[in-house]
């Protein structure tokens, strides 16, 4: 059974940083590509970046670009969000997916002074 | 960016009915279309991809249909958990861009 765990997610001020952690289990997690996407309050889903297997190629939403990073350590089955730059418009659920089509029960960034 | 137009945003609908969704694309993205299902509170769970087929253990009251531009879904005999959102998403480009959803509620 695929199992997505996001931690990481909390209560930070704009301008701040965070690190979102995603524990891959019950696939082979070096063979899948990996999504980010997340909920923001009120609204609908928004992808926000995916990495291939190997971690050579990532692609970001313009949003996100030069502030968010999304990288894997396929050693420790393990995907990650370092998101910096945080602002309101940012506050959202992050879900971890893989390939969109298995999707973690999300982690909660909430951005506010 | 491919926008994605979902209609109607919202529905209402009574147990036992059969309801479409639509799903359009500002520009053609061949069959690279997936249909998700969101509850208040729960992760989005994956319908359909490409297009037109079923996840595996997903019910087959749910079909999808459609390529290039426009995309339906179909949910047959409505039970009380399927009123949730219903989202299409289209990963034929970057960025991977979803529909506004369609919220399905109890008549």
């Known amino acids: 059974e695929v199992q997505l765990v996001e931690s990481g997610g909390g209560l930070v001020q704009p301008g701040g940083s965070l690190r979102l952690s995603c524990a891959a289990s019950g696939f082979t997690f070096s063979d899948s590509w990996m999504d980010w996407v997340r909920r923001a309050p009120g609204k609908g889903l928004e992808w926000v970046a995916n990495i291939k297997p190997d971690g050579s190629e990532k692609s970001y939403v313009d949003s996100v670009k030069g502030r968010f990073t999304i990288s894997r350590d396929n050693a420790k089955n393990s995907l990650y969000l370092q998101m910096t730059s945080l602002r309101a418009e940012d506050m959202a659920v992050y879900y971890c997916?893989?390939?969109?089509?298995?999707w973690g029960q999300g982690t909660l960034v909430t951005v506010s002074s | 960016d491919i926008q994605m137009t979902q209609s109607p945003s919202s529905l209402s609908a009574s147990v036992g009915d059969r309801v479409t969704i639509t799903c359009r694309a500002s520009?053609?993205?061949?069959?690279?279309l997936s249909w998700l299902q969101q509850k208040p509170g729960k992760a989005p769970k994956a319908l359909i991809y490409g297009a037109s087929n079923l996840q595996s253990g997903v019910p087959s009251k749910f079909s999808g249909s459609g390529s290039g531009t426009d995309f339906t879904l179909t949910i047959s005999g409505l039970q009380p958990e399927d009123f949730a959102i219903y989202y299409c998403?289209?990963?034929?480009?970057?960025?991977?861009?979803f529909g506004q959803g369609t919220k399905v509620e109890i008549k």
């Open positions: 998403l289209q990963y034929n480009s970057y960025p991977r861009t």
């Open positions: 997916t893989r390939t969109l089509d298995d």
């Open positions: 520009q053609g993205i061949g069959n690279y």
